[in-house]
């Protein structure tokens, strides 16, 4: 962790040369940089990747970074100016990097793509093509995925280190609000600095008992707080309307990189900004200047991305939420009238229902602020910020859930948009937006009141409406899993996500104690719970596209252990321990096969190689061998001069002695079989019985027992020339077509195959 941090410290270096060019070049607020800094790199790095050029990017950005550092130190120049913010950033990186380091994903999303998608770039220095058949969701954009890898690329990779990455991106995105009360003479500031320390932690924790927030790296928050940082900004700037257009630029145009959905929120800012253009009286020019630099610069990103997953993947513009006309059309064609009438139903119900509905609970309290202030508040100006605030709340929340309507409609396969897959986790980015929203006009207000002299008597009246929204955003966010553990571990005990953490516990520690290696050909016993997310999990786990998950109606699929490289039983059921109890496959601990360690050895292929005049071969039945016994065993049989058929005698007793190629003894039969003789000069008494008479084999030559008295066929193999015993082997026909055998324990037999 000691080289962490100081591969951590490099990178801080590296960003605050850029923090400090931009103040001094075009006096932009270090609060407001990062957010613009991080989502610039972001911007960079995805144009990079779709030139391929992601290291030289990478060594410009990092190397650049640095040297301005240096040169600013030179000068002099290089001076931190202590503020809260700064000093909350830098504690809270050092916290979440100690917090996060060991951490790993649990969440099935992370596993089928946005941790794998990281795990890809970083391998490969490159974005996914047409080579990398892991990858399903083509059309994804990667925009979080190349800040995390750039973060990564400096301080290491490892799942706490891409958390860590994503969670500090998050963390940037709160940072304008500091900006806001700036003015705030210190003795009133210490309220509003712990609101937004307070609303900035929530934000990065943001539905941790829905599975989502500080340890996943699904974008659902992320996509609102790159939003929210786009408004805050806009907002601060709304006098100087073009240093605001370029400084949230950057962060719209990353907001499109991160998902799809990113669209709908440059169409909110861009609302916001040309309302401010209506307010200041700007000229037309100016403002469609506005609309062209935001909308261009969007939209080229949007195309360069189309066009790129279109020439390095085959089928892209079918792939699943593929942002095309074709793949819109199949999905919508591929619903029924009867399909869309219940979909819609379902939506309705939902998007309108007040159980547990926080989106309709901030709209309330948005409202309710919105008339005590228009009602108390003499400001004219004022009056009509709060009110454009609440009109564009509701003007966003309506369009954000048509967008999501839509999507079930046109974008989302059948089975899923009719159970509203995912609802309450895309909605998440909504209620992000609203309360960061909210925010903003909050401490914009406190500010102003506090220049009136008029903040002690508000805030009687602003009571209810900060109690409201503290109760709110503490439910949302589930922060009082933070300080009462206990509920937390309750939660987790009664939904999936403890059940997921599990798995992934489960899995490590089976890769960790048999050294189970990336990129093989693996089957998983995964019971009958959570079938799809355990293939998923041990896809991104092993990296291999090779991955077969069996579920308990599937189990006899084990016996074809010999064509993976891995067989790995994940879960414990009285099906699997059942089967495991009667196989002789050499299971290590019941948990793990691997294959590698074993040489596997089909019957017909041994009995070739005992063909020969130099063997005595000895044949003794234990249990049963019929079951699996096939015609070409039969052939190979035949081949040595016997002529008994096996699969006539489910569980019948089977005795064979062949010298050179005649045949001494042959017989199948009921009753258990006994002979005593001489072969060559060598004496042995043997015996099989099947299950019914006796369940027995021994293959006692010279006095010695020789047989390995297991279920199927069990074999010794004499050889004249050198005057000893070879081999002893023993087929489970009742099973398999062959046995395993360790590939440390060669003989004469197997070096021949």
């Known amino acids: 962790m000691i080289i962490g941090m100081l591969r951590l410290l490099l990178f801080l270096i590296s960003i605050y040369g850029y923090q400090m060019f931009l103040k001094k070049k075009w006096n932009i607020e270090m609060e407001c940089s990062l957010i613009i800094l991080f989502s610039s790199i972001s911007c960079i790095l995805f144009l990079a990747g779709i030139l391929n050029i992601m290291n030289i990017a990478f060594w410009g950005i990092f190397g650049g970074g640095l040297i301005l550092s240096g040169i600013f130190l030179i000068k002099r120049h290089l001076k931190i100016g202590f503020s809260f913010a700064f000093f909350f950033y830098v504690v809270a990186i050092g916290t979440l990097f100690v917090i996060l380091y060991y951490e790993k994903y649990f969440h099935y999303d992370n596993f089928s793509h946005w941790g794998l998608i990281v795990k890809n770039i970083y391998r490969n220095c490159r974005f996914p093509n047409f080579q990398d058949t892991m990858i399903h969701f083509q059309a994804y954009p990667t925009g979080s995925a190349c800040f995390i890898w750039y973060v990564c690329r400096i301080v290491g990779y490892s799942e706490g280190n891409t958390l860590f990455a994503q969670a500090i991106l998050t963390l940037s995105c709160m940072m304008p609000f500091f900006v806001l009360i700036r003015e705030v003479p210190w003795r009133n500031k210490l309220l509003l600095t712990m609101f937004i320390v307070v609303e900035s932690v929530i934000w990065i924790i943001y539905g941790a008992a829905r599975g989502i927030g500080l340890y996943q790296l699904l974008v659902d928050v992320l996509l609102a707080a790159v939003a929210t940082a786009a408004f805050t900004i806009s907002y601060y700037y709304k006098n100087h309307i073009i240093k605001a257009v370029l400084c949230v630029t950057p962060l719209l145009v990353f907001d499109v990189c991160i998902k799809n959905s990113g669209i709908i929120w440059v169409f909110a800012i861009l609302t916001e900004l040309l309302f401010f253009c209506f307010v200041n009286k700007t000229e037309l020019r100016k403002s469609l200047k506005i609309i062209g630099i935001i909308l261009g610069a969007s939209f080229v990103f949007r195309i360069l991305w189309d066009r790129h997953i279109q020439m390095v993947f085959d089928n892209a513009s079918t792939s699943k939420h593929a942002m095309s006309l074709a793949y819109w059309t199949k999905s919508f064609r591929a619903k029924s009238p009867e399909d869309l009438h219940t979909i819609t139903q379902r939506f309705i119900e939902r998007a309108f229902s007040l159980k547990d509905n926080k989106v309709a609970v901030l709209l309330l309290v948005s409202v309710i602020f919105t008339a005590i202030l228009l009602k108390f508040y003499k400001r004219t100006v004022a009056k009509v910020h709060i009110l454009f605030g609440c009109i564009f709340i509701l003007g966003v929340t309506i369009i954000y859930q048509v967008g999501n309507y839509l999507m079930y409609i046109f974008s989302m396969p059948g089975p899923e948009a009719l159970r509203l897959a995912e609802y309450n986790r895309y909605v998440i980015t909504l209620e992000c937006f609203i309360l960061g929203v909210f925010s903003v006009f909050l401490l914009d207000i406190v500010q102003l009141l506090d220049q009136e002299k008029k903040i002690n008597c508000w805030c009687s009246r602003f009571a209810v409406v900060l109690i409201l929204v503290g109760l709110l955003i503490s439910e949302s966010a589930d922060i009082k899993y933070l300080v009462r553990q206990k509920d937390l571990q309750s939660s987790l005990n009664n939904n999936i996500f403890a059940s997921w953490r599990a798995d992934r516990i489960r899995l490590d520690k089976l890769v960790d104690s048999y050294h189970i290696a990336e990129g093989k050909k693996s089957l998983l016993y995964v019971g009958d719970q959570n079938v799809n997310f355990r293939a998923d999990m041990a896809r991104y786990v092993l990296y291999s596209e090779n991955i077969k998950a069996i579920h308990s109606d599937q189990v006899s699929q084990l016996k074809n252990a010999n064509q993976y490289d891995y067989v790995i039983i994940m879960e414990h059921d009285d099906i699997v321990d059942s089967w495991l109890a009667d196989t002789s496959i050499p299971f290590e601990e019941n948990e793990c096969l691997r294959t590698e360690d074993y040489q596997y050895i089909p019957l017909q292929k041994y009995l070739q190689a005992l063909n020969k005049e130099q063997y005595i071969i000895f044949m003794s039945v234990k249990d049963e061998a019929s079951r699996a016994y096939t015609k070409e ?121």
Do not use: P
């Open 633 to 753: 065993m039969a052939d190979s049989f035949k081949s040595l001069g016997l002529k008994e058929n096996l699969m006539d005698g489910f569980r019948y007793s089977y005795g064979a002695v062949i010298d050179g190629d005649i045949v001494v003894y042959e017989h199948l039969g009921e009753e258990q079989i006994k002979i005593s003789g001489e072969c060559s000069g060598v004496k042995y008494d043997l015996i099989s019985a099947g299950l019914r008479s006796g369940n027995q084999s021994s293959i006692i030559l010279d006095g010695q027992e020789y047989s390995q008295n297991l279920r199927g066929i069990n074999i010794v193999v004499y050889d004249k020339e050198i005057q000893k015993v070879i081999d002893s082997i023993c087929f489970d026909t009742w099973q398999l077509d062959g046995t395993y055998r360790e590939r440390s324990d060669q003989n004469l037999i197997v070096s021949q195959f």
